[in-house]
């Protein structure tokens, strides 16, 4: 790498845009990160930050690439708070899914199976009784629960500002507006930049779905997240419970709350009544970018040389950061191609 300029510029102040400048930061290299408007001022400026697997069955290359980011995780975020002293609020504290028949019974415990083998034994799925899971342990009508030990949590604008921090330290250099590309070029520009990229290829390569999410008041330790009914309960070290969140393809306001997070707030406290009395402290709205691959799509620009995609992460983007920021920066500084088929940018095209 050429010293005294600078070897990789990366668009967009995102989960995936701060990763990828962070590890190439702490390898060496001489980084300018550029962000229009704020860091996070996309989907990765919400609330929410589960961590979490997918099933561990029907093995695929996505699922296989976000357990090896999981596995990577705590090392990544410990980095990031010794490079620049503040925490993204990380913790492996598990997942818990409560189990309503004996159908989801059995086929829980022939996925504990599967992970026990692709798992690596790095972690568990484990069938249990629902009881002694802390304060926000639900309702369960068989009285048992899925509890798997891979699912973590971090606090999606505490971590964006850790990898900030740590960027900086390192002698990064975070640009909010615009300044000059040099070096190769990342672009991870969320779900504006998806539009972008379908604008410039003349085909739909992805879009962006709306979310909403909340924030409520109530610290309830370490007790580990849960998942239910579709919905999201991640309790986070400053006292806070993120719910969500919705899904929706057709909106009218990209960053307006409605009706809809009402109904998720509800259910959330029906879930976990112990949330019953917890005041909304925050309310956020935002678009995710989903490739049209559903998984995150990554590699070089083509027919634009220099210039690299990363995007995508929908509704994974903090899960997925460590691996991707390890893959593109290969790709980027050193020409090393380790990207799984079905992440490519061809695959979406």
């Known amino acids: 790498m050429a010293s005294g300029r600078v070897d990789l510029t990366v668009r967009g102040g995102g989960a995936f845009g701060l990763a990828i400048a962070f590890e190439a930061s702490r390898r060496g290299a001489k980084v300018r990160l550029i962000e229009k408007v704020r860091l996070g001022a996309g989907s990765s400026g919400g609330t929410v930050g589960a961590l979490a697997p997918h099933v561990p069955e029907q093995w695929n290359p996505k699922k296989q690439f976000q357990f090896e980011s ?10 990031v708070r010794e490079a620049g002293g503040l925490d993204a609020g990380y913790a492996r504290l598990g997942r818990i899914q409560p189990l ?7 086929r829980a415990r022939e996925r504990a199976q599967g992970a026990a083998e692709l798992w690596q034994g790095f972690a568990d799925w484990r069938i249990m009784p629902a009881d002694g899971f802390g ?8 009285g048992l629960v899925i509890y798997d030990t891979l699912s973590a949590r971090a606090a999606p604008r505490a971590a964006g500002a850790a990898m900030a921090a740590a960027i900086s330290a390192l002698g990064g250099e975070i640009v909010i507006g615009d300044a000059p590309e040099e070096g190769a070029v990342v672009h991870a520009t969320g779900a504006k930049g998806l539009a972008d990229l379908s604008d410039a290829f003349g085909k739909q390569v992805g879009n962006g779905v709306k979310g909403q999410s909340a924030l409520l008041r109530f610290d309830a330790g370490t007790a580990p997240q849960v998942y239910a009914e579709s919905l999201h309960i991640v309790p986070h070290a400053d006292g806070t419970v993120a719910i969500g969140s919705t ?3 057709d909106y009218d306001a990209a960053d307006s709350t409605d009706a809809q997070l009402d109904a998720l707030i509800e259910k959330a406290r029906r879930i976990c009544p112990v949330l019953s009395e917890a005041p909304v402290i925050d309310r956020w709205a935002g678009v995710r970018p989903r490739a049209k691959s559903r998984a995150p799509m990554l590699g070089a620009w083509p027919d634009r040389a220099g210039h690299f995609i990363a995007n995508g992460g929908f509704k994974i983007g903090f899960g997925m950061a460590p691996k991707v920021a390890q893959v593109m920066v290969a790709l ?18």
């Open 70 to 79: 999981l596995r990577m995780a705590q090392g990544f975020w410990d980095g």
């Open 100 to 106: 309503a028949d004996e159908a989801q019974v059995t």
């Open 135 to 142: 304060p926000l342990a639900p309702h369960s009508p068989t």
């Open 247 to 249: 899904s929706e393809r």
């Open 332 to 349: 980027a500084l050193d020409g090393h191609d380790a990207i799984p088929e079905g992440f490519r940018v061809e695959d979406n095209l």
